[in-house]
């Protein structure tokens, strides 16, 4: 299974960002059964789920830091996701990494998970 995400960058407070992931080689994809999302991790702290969806019905969770800020899409024929980051303040400073499972365990749980590409809001 491989998750590449892209898209990071560094940008100011109040700034916009849009990251990509595009996954592959799970069985989910090919059954279009699968949970898929977004999770990002803070220096000193553990990951946190951003945002995820669930291909069975489109399901789709928000934290509540980021509700109204950020937005997840999906294309479905690509089993790519995009995350759109409006807003953005120094607190989404972090590694931003998607994931992907079997969505029965959980709309954010996963199995599989990409390297990550890095997110930095700052003047």
């Known amino acids: 299974v491989q998750l590449q995400a892209s898209g990071g960058g560094l940008v100011q407070p109040g700034g916009s960002l849009r990251l990509s992931c595009t996954a592959s080689?799970?069985?989910?994809?090919?059954?279009?059964?699968?949970?898929i999302g977004w999770f990002r991790q803070a220096p000193g702290k553990e990951p946190e789920a951003v945002s995820c969806?669930?291909?069975?019905?489109?399901?789709?969770y928000y934290s509540d830091s980021v509700k109204g800020r950020f937005t997840l899409s999906r294309n479905s024929d690509q089993n790519t996701v995009y995350l759109q980051m409006n807003k953005l303040k120094p607190e989404d400073t972090a590694v931003y990494f998607c994931?992907?499972?079997?969505?029965?365990?959980?709309?954010?749980?996963?199995?599989?998970r990409g390297q990550g590409t890095q997110v930095t809001v700052s003047s």
């Open positions: 969806i669930s291909s069975a019905d489109s399901s789709t």
């Open positions: 080689g799970f069985t989910g994809f090919a059954e279009d059964r699968y949970a």
């Open positions: 994931a992907t499972g079997n969505p029965d365990y959980g709309l954010c749980s996963y199995d599989f």
